[in-house]
Protein backbone atom coordinates (compact mmCIF):
# COMPACT_ATOMS: atom_id res chain seq x y z
CA UNK A 1 0.00 0.00 0.00
CA UNK A 2 1.31 2.97 -0.92
CA UNK A 3 0.94 6.25 1.39
CA UNK A 4 -0.78 9.20 0.28
CA UNK A 5 1.04 12.37 1.05
CA UNK A 6 -0.10 14.69 3.83
CA UNK A 7 -2.84 17.18 1.84
CA UNK A 8 -4.87 20.18 3.37
CA UNK A 9 -3.68 19.92 6.65
CA UNK A 10 -5.31 15.97 6.92
CA UNK A 11 -2.67 12.84 6.60
CA UNK A 12 -4.52 10.10 4.00
CA UNK A 13 -3.73 6.98 4.04
CA UNK A 14 -4.61 5.43 0.74
CA UNK A 15 -4.89 6.58 -3.01
CA UNK A 16 -8.53 5.34 -2.72
CA UNK A 17 -9.17 8.11 -0.62
CA UNK A 18 -7.49 10.72 -2.39
CA UNK A 19 -8.77 9.26 -5.45
CA UNK A 20 -12.54 9.76 -3.73
CA UNK A 21 -12.09 13.44 -2.90
CA UNK A 22 -10.84 14.13 -6.18
CA UNK A 23 -13.65 12.95 -8.23
CA UNK A 24 -15.78 13.79 -5.25
CA UNK A 25 -14.81 17.68 -6.09
CA UNK A 26 -15.07 16.84 -9.61
CA UNK A 27 -18.93 18.09 -11.01
CA UNK A 28 -20.44 14.97 -13.72
CA UNK A 29 -23.75 14.83 -15.13
CA UNK A 30 -26.59 13.30 -14.17
CA UNK A 31 -28.30 10.05 -16.00
CA UNK A 32 -30.82 7.54 -15.26
CA UNK A 33 -29.50 4.05 -17.89
CA UNK A 34 -33.01 1.81 -17.82
CA UNK A 35 -33.12 -1.46 -19.83
CA UNK A 36 -35.71 -5.09 -19.19
CA UNK A 37 -34.60 -8.32 -18.74
CA UNK A 38 -35.25 -11.57 -20.45
CA UNK A 39 -38.32 -12.05 -18.63
CA UNK A 40 -39.41 -8.25 -19.74
CA UNK A 41 -39.19 -7.02 -16.11
CA UNK A 42 -37.86 -3.08 -15.72
CA UNK A 43 -34.74 -1.74 -14.15
CA UNK A 44 -32.40 1.39 -14.12
CA UNK A 45 -30.10 3.09 -11.97
CA UNK A 46 -28.45 6.48 -11.76
CA UNK A 47 -25.01 7.13 -13.27
CA UNK A 48 -23.25 10.06 -12.85
CA UNK A 49 -20.41 8.25 -15.79
CA UNK A 50 -22.04 8.86 -18.60
CA UNK A 51 -19.71 10.84 -21.06
CA UNK A 52 -19.41 11.70 -24.70
CA UNK A 53 -16.77 9.50 -26.47
CA UNK A 54 -17.84 10.50 -30.03
CA UNK A 55 -19.98 13.04 -31.93
CA UNK A 56 -19.23 11.08 -35.62
CA UNK A 57 -21.06 8.36 -35.30
CA UNK A 58 -22.70 9.35 -32.01
CA UNK A 59 -21.11 6.88 -29.33
CA UNK A 60 -21.34 7.40 -25.28
CA UNK A 61 -19.62 5.61 -22.43
CA UNK A 62 -20.70 4.88 -18.64
CA UNK A 63 -19.33 2.97 -16.22
CA UNK A 64 -21.28 0.41 -13.98
CA UNK A 65 -19.88 -1.07 -10.26
CA UNK A 66 -20.25 -4.71 -10.82
CA UNK A 67 -22.92 -6.78 -12.10
CA UNK A 68 -25.70 -7.89 -9.72
CA UNK A 69 -28.96 -6.12 -9.50
CA UNK A 70 -29.93 -3.28 -11.99
CA UNK A 71 -26.63 -3.22 -13.20
CA UNK A 72 -26.88 -6.90 -14.27
CA UNK A 73 -29.85 -5.78 -16.19
CA UNK A 74 -28.16 -3.21 -17.66
CA UNK A 75 -25.51 -5.05 -19.08
CA UNK A 76 -27.50 -7.89 -20.34
CA UNK A 77 -29.82 -5.65 -22.39
CA UNK A 78 -29.55 -5.34 -26.22
CA UNK A 79 -30.43 -1.45 -25.73
CA UNK A 80 -30.87 0.79 -23.17
CA UNK A 81 -32.37 4.60 -22.53
CA UNK A 82 -30.18 7.01 -21.13
CA UNK A 83 -32.47 9.89 -19.09
CA UNK A 84 -30.26 12.93 -19.56
CA UNK A 85 -31.66 14.82 -16.21
CA UNK A 86 -32.32 17.77 -15.38
CA UNK A 87 -32.91 19.53 -11.85
CA UNK A 88 -36.22 18.68 -12.11
CA UNK A 89 -35.75 15.26 -11.92
CA UNK A 90 -33.61 15.53 -8.97
CA UNK A 91 -36.24 13.29 -6.66
CA UNK A 92 -36.33 10.71 -10.11
CA UNK A 93 -32.12 10.58 -9.43
CA UNK A 94 -32.44 9.73 -5.76
CA UNK A 95 -34.91 6.90 -5.96
CA UNK A 96 -32.65 4.94 -8.57
CA UNK A 97 -29.77 5.69 -6.68
CA UNK A 98 -31.14 3.91 -3.70
CA UNK A 99 -31.49 0.35 -3.53
CA UNK A 100 -34.58 -0.76 -2.95
CA UNK A 101 -36.44 2.09 -3.58
CA UNK A 102 -39.35 1.09 -5.52
CA UNK A 103 -38.57 2.57 -8.96
CA UNK A 104 -41.21 1.07 -11.09
CA UNK A 105 -44.02 0.68 -8.90
CA UNK A 106 -46.30 3.50 -10.32
CA UNK A 107 -47.63 3.04 -13.54
CA UNK A 108 -48.19 6.44 -14.06
CA UNK A 109 -44.63 7.92 -13.73
CA UNK A 110 -43.31 5.65 -16.88
CA UNK A 111 -44.18 3.41 -20.22
CA UNK A 112 -42.68 0.63 -22.10
CA UNK A 113 -41.74 2.01 -25.55
CA UNK A 114 -42.58 -0.30 -29.01
CA UNK A 115 -38.83 -1.39 -28.77
CA UNK A 116 -39.35 -2.78 -25.09
CA UNK A 117 -37.14 0.09 -23.54
CA UNK A 118 -38.69 1.48 -19.84
CA UNK A 119 -39.33 5.30 -20.60
CA UNK A 120 -39.40 7.49 -17.60
CA UNK A 121 -42.42 10.67 -17.75
CA UNK A 122 -40.61 14.20 -16.87
CA UNK A 123 -37.34 13.78 -18.42
CA UNK A 124 -36.47 16.21 -21.13
CA UNK A 125 -33.26 14.31 -22.86
CA UNK A 126 -33.09 10.53 -23.38
CA UNK A 127 -31.26 8.37 -25.55
CA UNK A 128 -31.84 5.10 -27.04
CA UNK A 129 -28.63 3.17 -27.57
CA UNK A 130 -26.98 -0.28 -28.44
CA UNK A 131 -24.03 -1.15 -26.43
CA UNK A 132 -21.00 -1.56 -28.38
CA UNK A 133 -18.13 -2.79 -26.40
CA UNK A 134 -17.50 -4.18 -22.20
CA UNK A 135 -14.16 -4.03 -20.10
CA UNK A 136 -13.71 -4.97 -16.96
CA UNK A 137 -11.90 -2.66 -14.93
CA UNK A 138 -10.86 -3.87 -11.41
CA UNK A 139 -14.33 -3.83 -9.80
CA UNK A 140 -16.32 -1.95 -12.60
CA UNK A 141 -18.04 -2.48 -15.76
CA UNK A 142 -16.87 0.29 -18.43
CA UNK A 143 -19.70 0.01 -21.61
CA UNK A 144 -19.72 2.19 -24.75
CA UNK A 145 -22.54 2.66 -26.35
CA UNK A 146 -24.05 4.06 -29.65
CA UNK A 147 -26.90 6.57 -30.01
CA UNK A 148 -29.57 4.49 -32.36
CA UNK A 149 -31.77 7.54 -31.82
CA UNK A 150 -33.04 10.44 -29.58
CA UNK A 151 -36.19 9.86 -28.28
CA UNK A 152 -36.49 13.02 -26.56
CA UNK A 153 -34.53 16.17 -26.97
CA UNK A 154 -35.92 19.30 -25.26
CA UNK A 155 -33.05 21.68 -24.36
CA UNK A 156 -35.32 23.81 -21.61
CA UNK A 157 -34.32 22.34 -18.59
CA UNK A 158 -32.04 23.55 -15.64
CA UNK A 159 -28.98 20.81 -15.52
CA UNK A 160 -28.42 18.70 -13.19
CA UNK A 161 -24.67 17.98 -11.51
CA UNK A 162 -23.55 15.84 -8.92
CA UNK A 163 -20.78 17.66 -6.97
CA UNK A 164 -19.23 16.25 -3.37
CA UNK A 165 -21.89 13.30 -2.80
CA UNK A 166 -24.65 15.82 -3.38
CA UNK A 167 -27.26 17.52 -6.20
CA UNK A 168 -27.07 20.90 -7.33
CA UNK A 169 -28.63 22.85 -10.11
CA UNK A 170 -26.91 25.10 -12.69
CA UNK A 171 -28.11 27.98 -14.04
CA UNK A 172 -27.51 31.55 -14.38
CA UNK A 173 -26.54 32.10 -11.24
CA UNK A 174 -23.46 29.60 -11.15
CA UNK A 175 -21.75 30.99 -14.44
CA UNK A 176 -18.62 32.11 -14.35
CA UNK A 177 -17.20 35.61 -16.09
Keep these: MTLAPHVSGIELSTNTELFKQAFGAHPAGVAIITAVDAQGNPAGLTASSVSSISADPAIIG ?70 ISKAEAGPAIVITAQVENFVRHDLSGTPLVYHSRKFHALGEHSEVR
Design 62 to 131: FSLKGNTGSAATILGAQTLLVHLLDAENVQLAKNFATSGCPRFEDPTTWETLTTGEPLLHGVRRVLRVTP
